[in-house]
């Protein structure tokens, strides 16, 4: 709710325009990503130390945004997309192969903090102006 309250702010009048097309953009994406390990049943667990040292350099370069004051722009953005992929790419596989079926909280709120990681990052592009 916090983010689709941001979002309305910041766009104003084609707000829910915006909201819309980021909803279907990151819903697309995802059913796409999750349908590549559901279909291929192969272990991504090998992205993992990328997807490590990704985030690392990606709060890195946040506080030294905050720190120096300068905005990250869209490659930045655009990269946190493909990181974003990436994880969800992970943690359906790690659903899949990984998890236990009493795990189901656990595996749940991982893809979700990723799904939502994507949605920002697609509703900040898509609210440039």
């Keep these: 709710m916090p983010l689709i309250f941001i979002a309305i702010n910041i766009a104003g009048d084609g707000a829910y325009n915006i909201l819309n097309q980021a909803a279907i953009l990151t819903l697309s994406l995802f059913t796409g990503l999750s349908a590549i390990v559901f279909v291929t ?13 990704g985030f690392f350099i990606a709060i890195g370069l946040i506080v030294a945004g905050v720190i120096f004051g300068f905005n990250l722009g869209l490659w930045f953005s655009v990269g946190m997309i493909v990181l ?31 799904l939502m990681l994507l949605f920002w990052y697609i509703l900040r592009i898509l609210s440039r102006d």
Excluded: C, P, W
């Design 41 to 53: 049943k192969k272990d991504f667990s090998f992205l993992k130390s990328a997807l490590t040292i």
């Design 84 to 114: 974003a992929s990436g994880s969800i790419l992970y943690q359906t596989s790690n659903m899949v192969h990984k998890y236990q079926e009493d795990q189901y909280v656990a595996a749940s709120l991982g893809l979700f903090a990723s």
